[in-house]
Protein backbone atom coordinates (compact mmCIF):
# COMPACT_ATOMS: atom_id res chain seq x y z
CA UNK A 1 0.00 0.00 0.00
CA UNK A 2 1.42 3.62 -1.01
CA UNK A 3 0.05 5.00 2.27
CA UNK A 4 2.43 2.41 4.26
CA UNK A 5 5.64 3.37 2.10
CA UNK A 6 6.15 6.71 3.82
CA UNK A 7 7.96 6.82 7.58
CA UNK A 8 5.75 9.16 8.84
CA UNK A 9 2.43 7.40 7.89
CA UNK A 10 3.83 3.94 9.39
CA UNK A 11 4.86 5.93 12.55
CA UNK A 12 1.32 7.42 12.61
CA UNK A 13 -0.29 4.10 12.38
CA UNK A 14 1.56 2.32 14.53
CA UNK A 15 0.78 4.62 17.44
CA UNK A 16 -2.33 5.52 17.10
CA UNK A 17 -3.07 1.34 16.93
CA UNK A 18 -1.06 0.82 20.18
CA UNK A 19 -2.76 4.20 21.83
CA UNK A 20 -6.30 3.32 20.38
CA UNK A 21 -6.21 -0.35 21.31
CA UNK A 22 -4.63 1.18 24.81
CA UNK A 23 -7.38 3.89 25.82
CA UNK A 24 -10.60 1.64 24.75
CA UNK A 25 -9.54 -1.03 26.65
CA UNK A 26 -9.15 1.00 29.58
CA UNK A 27 -12.25 3.09 28.37
CA UNK A 28 -13.85 -0.01 28.50
CA UNK A 29 -12.93 -1.66 31.35
CA UNK A 30 -13.90 2.12 33.38
CA UNK A 31 -17.50 1.75 31.57
CA UNK A 32 -17.74 -1.24 32.78
CA UNK A 33 -16.39 -0.74 36.49
CA UNK A 34 -18.47 2.15 36.98
CA UNK A 35 -21.58 0.63 35.34
CA UNK A 36 -21.21 -2.17 38.08
CA UNK A 37 -20.43 0.01 40.94
CA UNK A 38 -22.99 2.81 40.23
CA UNK A 39 -25.76 0.37 39.73
CA UNK A 40 -24.88 -1.17 42.98
CA UNK A 41 -24.85 2.26 44.81
CA UNK A 42 -28.15 2.61 42.57
CA UNK A 43 -29.22 -0.96 44.44
CA UNK A 44 -28.04 0.10 47.90
CA UNK A 45 -29.92 3.04 48.15
CA UNK A 46 -32.90 1.50 46.87
CA UNK A 47 -32.41 -1.06 49.48
CA UNK A 48 -32.23 1.67 52.34
CA UNK A 49 -35.30 3.27 51.18
CA UNK A 50 -37.00 -0.43 51.33
CA UNK A 51 -35.47 -1.00 54.60
CA UNK A 52 -37.09 2.29 55.30
CA UNK A 53 -40.60 1.44 54.72
CA UNK A 54 -40.13 -2.23 56.18
CA UNK A 55 -39.01 -0.72 59.52
CA UNK A 56 -42.20 2.08 59.40
CA UNK A 57 -44.50 -0.66 58.31
CA UNK A 58 -43.23 -2.93 60.93
CA UNK A 59 -43.48 -0.05 63.56
CA UNK A 60 -47.19 -0.04 62.74
CA UNK A 61 -47.56 -3.97 63.23
CA UNK A 62 -46.24 -4.44 66.23
CA UNK A 63 -47.68 -1.26 67.86
CA UNK A 64 -50.88 -3.84 67.08
CA UNK A 65 -49.76 -6.57 68.62
CA UNK A 66 -48.44 -4.47 71.53
CA UNK A 67 -51.65 -3.01 72.02
CA UNK A 68 -53.45 -6.81 72.30
CA UNK A 69 -51.27 -7.52 75.09
CA UNK A 70 -51.82 -4.35 76.94
CA UNK A 71 -55.81 -4.38 76.11
CA UNK A 72 -55.63 -7.75 77.59
CA UNK A 73 -53.05 -7.03 80.76
CA UNK A 74 -55.21 -3.89 81.75
CA UNK A 75 -56.28 -4.02 85.19
CA UNK A 76 -59.44 -2.07 83.83
CA UNK A 77 -60.36 -4.34 81.64
CA UNK A 78 -63.22 -6.70 83.00
CA UNK A 79 -65.05 -8.87 80.21
CA UNK A 80 -67.93 -8.94 82.34
CA UNK A 81 -68.64 -5.74 81.95
CA UNK A 82 -71.41 -4.55 80.05
CA UNK A 83 -71.11 -3.63 76.06
CA UNK A 84 -71.22 0.03 76.72
CA UNK A 85 -68.06 0.14 79.31
CA UNK A 86 -66.41 -2.64 76.44
CA UNK A 87 -67.24 0.02 74.05
CA UNK A 88 -65.62 2.71 76.09
CA UNK A 89 -62.87 1.43 76.98
CA UNK A 90 -61.65 -0.20 73.69
CA UNK A 91 -62.45 3.92 72.32
CA UNK A 92 -59.86 4.98 74.50
CA UNK A 93 -57.34 2.65 72.85
CA UNK A 94 -58.76 3.87 69.77
CA UNK A 95 -57.89 7.82 70.24
CA UNK A 96 -54.78 7.31 71.88
CA UNK A 97 -53.63 4.86 68.62
CA UNK A 98 -55.87 6.21 65.31
CA UNK A 99 -54.28 4.65 62.97
CA UNK A 100 -56.20 1.96 63.14
CA UNK A 101 -59.73 0.91 61.44
CA UNK A 102 -61.45 -0.59 64.57
CA UNK A 103 -60.80 -2.44 67.27
CA UNK A 104 -62.71 -5.55 68.85
CA UNK A 105 -63.99 -7.79 71.64
CA UNK A 106 -64.91 -10.98 70.89
CA UNK A 107 -66.25 -13.80 73.30
CA UNK A 108 -64.77 -16.89 73.36
CA UNK A 109 -66.69 -17.82 70.93
CA UNK A 110 -65.55 -15.83 68.41
CA UNK A 111 -68.61 -13.35 68.36
CA UNK A 112 -67.88 -9.68 68.08
CA UNK A 113 -69.52 -8.70 71.64
CA UNK A 114 -68.23 -4.60 71.22
CA UNK A 115 -66.32 -2.49 68.14
CA UNK A 116 -65.00 0.81 68.29
CA UNK A 117 -66.12 2.10 64.79
CA UNK A 118 -68.31 -1.10 62.85
CA UNK A 119 -70.77 -3.34 64.09
CA UNK A 120 -69.78 -6.78 63.23
CA UNK A 121 -72.19 -10.12 62.50
CA UNK A 122 -70.79 -13.78 61.77
CA UNK A 123 -68.59 -15.78 64.08
CA UNK A 124 -64.86 -15.59 63.71
CA UNK A 125 -64.17 -19.20 66.02
CA UNK A 126 -63.16 -20.85 62.90
CA UNK A 127 -60.71 -18.47 61.05
CA UNK A 128 -56.95 -18.96 61.97
CA UNK A 129 -56.61 -15.56 63.67
CA UNK A 130 -58.93 -16.60 66.60
CA UNK A 131 -57.80 -20.57 66.51
CA UNK A 132 -54.04 -19.39 67.13
CA UNK A 133 -55.80 -16.86 70.04
CA UNK A 134 -57.93 -19.97 71.37
CA UNK A 135 -54.16 -21.68 71.50
CA UNK A 136 -52.48 -18.73 73.38
CA UNK A 137 -50.66 -16.95 70.24
CA UNK A 138 -51.65 -13.33 69.02
CA UNK A 139 -51.59 -13.76 65.03
CA UNK A 140 -52.01 -11.29 62.25
CA UNK A 141 -53.95 -12.42 59.15
CA UNK A 142 -53.52 -11.76 55.32
CA UNK A 143 -54.84 -9.58 53.57
CA UNK A 144 -58.74 -9.73 52.75
CA UNK A 145 -61.63 -7.04 52.03
CA UNK A 146 -64.55 -5.40 54.19
CA UNK A 147 -67.73 -4.29 52.81
CA UNK A 148 -69.81 -1.49 53.64
CA UNK A 149 -67.55 0.52 52.35
CA UNK A 150 -65.14 -1.86 50.54
CA UNK A 151 -61.67 -1.49 52.44
CA UNK A 152 -58.82 -3.96 52.42
CA UNK A 153 -57.23 -4.66 55.88
CA UNK A 154 -55.12 -6.71 57.67
CA UNK A 155 -56.55 -8.50 61.33
CA UNK A 156 -54.84 -9.01 64.85
CA UNK A 157 -55.97 -11.39 67.21
CA UNK A 158 -54.73 -11.92 70.58
CA UNK A 159 -56.26 -13.71 73.48
CA UNK A 160 -57.74 -12.58 76.88
CA UNK A 161 -58.00 -14.61 79.82
CA UNK A 162 -60.12 -15.18 82.96
CA UNK A 163 -58.79 -16.91 85.58
CA UNK A 164 -56.03 -18.99 83.65
CA UNK A 165 -58.67 -19.56 81.31
CA UNK A 166 -59.31 -18.33 77.82
CA UNK A 167 -62.15 -15.83 77.86
CA UNK A 168 -62.35 -13.86 74.86
CA UNK A 169 -60.17 -12.09 72.00
CA UNK A 170 -58.86 -8.76 71.21
CA UNK A 171 -58.88 -7.88 67.59
CA UNK A 172 -57.88 -5.03 66.01
CA UNK A 173 -57.98 -4.13 62.31
CA UNK A 174 -55.32 -2.08 60.31
CA UNK A 175 -56.78 -0.72 57.16
CA UNK A 176 -53.96 -1.00 53.95
CA UNK A 177 -54.32 2.03 53.27
CA UNK A 178 -52.12 3.32 56.47
CA UNK A 179 -49.56 0.39 54.88
CA UNK A 180 -49.98 2.39 51.30
CA UNK A 181 -49.75 5.66 52.64
CA UNK A 182 -46.08 4.98 54.53
CA UNK A 183 -44.70 2.86 51.31
CA UNK A 184 -46.42 5.78 48.64
CA UNK A 185 -44.21 8.13 51.14
CA UNK A 186 -41.41 6.81 48.99
CA UNK A 187 -41.22 8.87 45.72
CA UNK A 188 -37.65 9.43 44.14
CA UNK A 189 -36.86 10.83 40.37
CA UNK A 190 -39.42 10.85 38.09
CA UNK A 191 -40.95 7.17 38.31
CA UNK A 192 -39.61 6.13 41.51
CA UNK A 193 -41.63 4.33 44.24
CA UNK A 194 -41.89 1.37 46.47
CA UNK A 195 -44.86 -1.09 47.23
CA UNK A 196 -45.61 -3.40 50.11
CA UNK A 197 -46.35 -7.91 49.41
CA UNK A 198 -47.06 -10.25 52.02
CA UNK A 199 -45.36 -13.33 52.85
CA UNK A 200 -47.98 -14.72 49.96
CA UNK A 201 -46.59 -12.62 47.52
CA UNK A 202 -49.73 -10.51 47.38
CA UNK A 203 -49.55 -6.89 47.27
CA UNK A 204 -50.62 -5.47 50.13
CA UNK A 205 -49.56 -1.46 49.64
CA UNK A 206 -49.33 0.11 46.28
CA UNK A 207 -49.19 3.42 44.70
CA UNK A 208 -52.18 2.20 42.27
CA UNK A 209 -54.61 1.00 44.83
CA UNK A 210 -56.53 -1.36 42.22
CA UNK A 211 -53.09 -3.86 42.21
CA UNK A 212 -54.13 -4.94 46.27
CA UNK A 213 -54.31 -8.26 46.17
CA UNK A 214 -52.92 -8.93 43.29
CA UNK A 215 -50.03 -11.41 43.13
CA UNK A 216 -46.69 -11.13 41.99
CA UNK A 217 -45.99 -13.13 38.80
CA UNK A 218 -43.63 -16.13 38.93
CA UNK A 219 -40.66 -14.48 37.67
CA UNK A 220 -40.38 -12.11 40.23
CA UNK A 221 -41.30 -14.30 42.81
CA UNK A 222 -38.40 -16.81 42.18
CA UNK A 223 -36.04 -13.87 42.02
CA UNK A 224 -36.99 -12.44 45.21
CA UNK A 225 -36.57 -16.17 46.64
CA UNK A 226 -33.49 -17.26 45.20
CA UNK A 227 -31.97 -14.06 46.88
CA UNK A 228 -31.59 -12.25 43.43
CA UNK A 229 -29.77 -9.08 44.19
CA UNK A 230 -31.98 -6.99 41.24
CA UNK A 231 -35.25 -7.45 39.60
CA UNK A 232 -37.09 -6.59 37.07
CA UNK A 233 -40.89 -6.59 36.06
CA UNK A 234 -43.43 -4.52 33.87
CA UNK A 235 -46.54 -2.52 34.90
CA UNK A 236 -48.70 -0.85 31.98
CA UNK A 237 -46.02 -2.23 29.56
CA UNK A 238 -42.89 -0.01 31.29
CA UNK A 239 -40.20 -2.18 32.71
CA UNK A 240 -38.80 -1.60 35.97
CA UNK A 241 -35.79 -2.02 37.35
CA UNK A 242 -35.15 -1.98 41.37
CA UNK A 243 -34.50 -4.32 44.50
CA UNK A 244 -36.52 -5.24 47.43
CA UNK A 245 -35.90 -5.70 51.22
CA UNK A 246 -36.72 -8.41 54.05
CA UNK A 247 -35.87 -10.01 57.25
CA UNK A 248 -34.57 -12.79 55.04
CA UNK A 249 -32.23 -9.92 53.39
CA UNK A 250 -30.60 -9.03 56.13
CA UNK A 251 -28.73 -10.77 58.01
CA UNK A 252 -28.54 -8.16 60.75
CA UNK A 253 -32.77 -8.21 61.24
CA UNK A 254 -34.06 -9.33 64.77
CA UNK A 255 -35.50 -12.63 64.06
CA UNK A 256 -38.51 -11.63 66.39
CA UNK A 257 -39.97 -9.66 63.78
CA UNK A 258 -44.16 -10.51 63.44
CA UNK A 259 -43.68 -9.52 60.16
CA UNK A 260 -42.85 -11.59 56.82
CA UNK A 261 -43.75 -8.97 54.39
CA UNK A 262 -41.45 -7.43 51.42
CA UNK A 263 -40.99 -3.72 50.65
CA UNK A 264 -39.85 -3.41 46.40
CA UNK A 265 -38.25 -0.52 45.48
CA UNK A 266 -38.16 0.60 41.17
CA UNK A 267 -38.11 2.78 39.18
CA UNK A 268 -38.37 3.03 35.02
CA UNK A 269 -35.38 1.27 33.97
CA UNK A 270 -34.61 3.71 30.93
CA UNK A 271 -34.34 6.26 34.67
CA UNK A 272 -32.23 4.27 36.15
CA UNK A 273 -29.50 3.79 33.32
CA UNK A 274 -29.95 7.25 32.17
CA UNK A 275 -27.31 8.77 34.78
CA UNK A 276 -24.94 5.59 33.85
CA UNK A 277 -25.49 6.35 30.23
CA UNK A 278 -24.73 10.27 30.49
CA UNK A 279 -21.48 9.30 32.80
CA UNK A 280 -20.40 6.53 30.23
CA UNK A 281 -21.19 9.02 26.95
CA UNK A 282 -18.79 11.69 29.43
CA UNK A 283 -16.27 8.62 29.65
CA UNK A 284 -16.81 8.36 25.67
CA UNK A 285 -16.27 11.71 24.78
CA UNK A 286 -12.86 11.82 27.20
CA UNK A 287 -12.05 8.55 25.70
CA UNK A 288 -12.38 10.80 22.05
CA UNK A 289 -10.49 13.73 23.42
CA UNK A 290 -8.06 11.80 24.34
CA UNK A 291 -8.06 10.16 20.98
CA UNK A 292 -7.60 13.35 19.32
CA UNK A 293 -5.07 14.49 21.59
CA UNK A 294 -2.72 11.55 21.56
CA UNK A 295 -3.03 11.49 16.99
CA UNK A 296 -1.95 15.20 17.72
CA UNK A 297 0.93 14.44 19.56
CA UNK A 298 1.43 11.83 17.75
CA UNK A 299 1.86 13.37 14.55
CA UNK A 300 3.89 15.93 15.62
CA UNK A 301 5.94 13.66 17.27
CA UNK A 302 6.04 12.14 13.37
CA UNK A 303 6.68 15.00 11.71
CA UNK A 304 9.49 15.96 14.33
CA UNK A 305 11.18 12.61 13.27
CA UNK A 306 10.58 12.65 9.63
CA UNK A 307 10.90 16.20 8.84
CA UNK A 308 15.23 15.88 9.46
CA UNK A 309 15.31 12.71 7.59
CA UNK A 310 13.13 14.60 4.73
CA UNK A 311 15.61 17.34 4.89
CA UNK A 312 18.56 15.20 4.74
CA UNK A 313 17.12 13.22 1.75
CA UNK A 314 16.92 16.86 0.04
CA UNK A 315 20.30 17.67 1.09
CA UNK A 316 21.79 14.53 -0.54
CA UNK A 317 19.52 15.21 -3.60
CA UNK A 318 21.58 18.35 -4.16
CA UNK A 319 24.79 17.45 -3.05
CA UNK A 320 24.81 14.99 -5.95
CA UNK A 321 23.66 17.81 -8.67
CA UNK A 322 27.09 19.20 -7.50
CA UNK A 323 25.93 21.66 -5.15
CA UNK A 324 27.78 22.26 -1.92
CA UNK A 325 26.70 25.99 -0.81
CA UNK A 326 24.15 25.28 1.75
CA UNK A 327 24.78 23.57 4.86
CA UNK A 328 22.50 20.80 6.53
CA UNK A 329 20.68 22.37 8.94
CA UNK A 330 18.77 19.74 12.04
CA UNK A 331 18.34 21.15 15.54
CA UNK A 332 16.95 18.25 17.01
CA UNK A 333 19.52 17.29 19.77
CA UNK A 334 19.42 14.00 19.08
CA UNK A 335 20.94 11.18 16.59
CA UNK A 336 20.05 13.08 13.93
CA UNK A 337 21.20 16.39 14.64
CA UNK A 338 24.67 14.00 15.44
CA UNK A 339 23.83 12.76 11.92
CA UNK A 340 23.41 15.97 10.15
CA UNK A 341 26.48 17.16 11.99
CA UNK A 342 28.77 14.19 10.65
CA UNK A 343 27.00 14.52 6.95
CA UNK A 344 28.24 18.36 6.85
CA UNK A 345 31.57 17.26 7.65
CA UNK A 346 32.12 14.61 5.30
CA UNK A 347 30.39 17.33 2.43
CA UNK A 348 33.40 19.78 3.87
CA UNK A 349 35.99 16.81 3.16
CA UNK A 350 34.37 16.15 -0.10
CA UNK A 351 34.83 20.01 -0.93
CA UNK A 352 38.38 20.30 0.32
CA UNK A 353 39.09 17.23 -1.45
CA UNK A 354 37.24 18.05 -4.92
CA UNK A 355 39.15 22.33 -4.48
CA UNK A 356 42.10 20.32 -3.99
CA UNK A 357 41.88 17.99 -7.60
CA UNK A 358 40.90 21.48 -8.90
CA UNK A 359 44.13 22.88 -7.62
CA UNK A 360 45.74 20.03 -8.71
CA UNK A 361 44.43 19.87 -12.39
CA UNK A 362 45.02 23.45 -12.75
CA UNK A 363 48.70 23.23 -11.88
CA UNK A 364 48.80 20.37 -14.11
CA UNK A 365 47.34 22.41 -16.83
CA UNK A 366 50.05 24.96 -16.36
CA UNK A 367 52.53 22.56 -16.26
CA UNK A 368 51.53 20.77 -19.74
CA UNK A 369 51.36 24.33 -21.30
CA UNK A 370 54.48 25.03 -20.01
CA UNK A 371 56.26 22.06 -21.17
CA UNK A 372 54.65 22.63 -24.69
CA UNK A 373 55.82 26.03 -25.43
CA UNK A 374 59.06 25.02 -24.34
CA UNK A 375 58.86 21.93 -26.75
CA UNK A 376 57.54 24.27 -29.16
CA UNK A 377 60.16 26.71 -28.57
CA UNK A 378 63.12 23.62 -28.96
CA UNK A 379 61.15 22.08 -31.84
CA UNK A 380 61.48 25.75 -33.71
CA UNK A 381 65.18 25.61 -32.70
CA UNK A 382 65.81 22.31 -33.92
CA UNK A 383 63.82 23.49 -37.27
CA UNK A 384 66.33 26.79 -37.52
CA UNK A 385 68.89 24.87 -36.94
CA UNK A 386 68.18 21.73 -39.26
CA UNK A 387 67.66 24.49 -42.18
CA UNK A 388 70.42 26.25 -41.31
CA UNK A 389 72.95 22.48 -41.38
CA UNK A 390 71.02 21.78 -44.89
CA UNK A 391 71.64 25.50 -46.67
CA UNK A 392 75.55 24.99 -45.28
CA UNK A 393 75.52 21.19 -46.60
CA UNK A 394 73.96 22.13 -49.66
CA UNK A 395 76.21 25.08 -50.29
CA UNK A 396 79.62 22.89 -49.51
CA UNK A 397 78.09 20.32 -52.26
CA UNK A 398 78.23 23.62 -54.57
CA UNK A 399 81.41 24.53 -53.45
CA UNK A 400 82.82 21.35 -53.84
CA UNK A 401 81.17 21.41 -57.58
CA UNK A 402 82.65 24.54 -58.43
CA UNK A 403 85.95 23.40 -57.23
CA UNK A 404 86.18 20.47 -59.39
CA UNK A 405 85.27 22.81 -62.43
CA UNK A 406 88.24 24.62 -61.16
CA UNK A 407 90.56 21.62 -61.47
CA UNK A 408 89.30 20.56 -64.32
Known sequence: MIF??????????????????????????????????ALNQEMDGFRSLGREVHFNVENVVNTAFNIINLISHDDDFNIKNNDTFHDSFLKKYSDIYNVFEDILFFDSEGRVISAVNYQYSGNWKYMD??????????????????????????SFVGPVYEN????????????????????????????????????????????NSSMILTKLDDTMISDIVSGKSYITFYLNGVEYFGTYYNQNYDIHYHQNSYLNWTVVVAQEKNEVFSSMIQVSFRILLIVILLLVIVFV?????????????????????????????????VKTGDELEDLAVSFNNMIDEIK??????????????DK?????????????????????????????????????????
Do not use: C
Not at 357 to 364: A, C, G, M, P, V
Not at 379 to 408: A, P, Q, Y
Open 164 to 207: DSFAGAIGIQLNTAEISAISNHVKFGNTGFSFVVDENYKIVAHP
Open 129 to 154: VFQNAMNGHVSMSNVHFLTNPLRPIV
Open 368 to 408: VEKRTRELMRRNTELEKFGKLTIDRELRMIELKKELKKRKS
Open 297 to 329: FVYLLARRIVKPITDINTYTASVATGNFSKKLV
Open 4 to 37: FKKLRNRILFYFIFIVLFSVLSIGSVAIVQFRFI
Open 352 to 365: QTRQKLEDYNKHLE
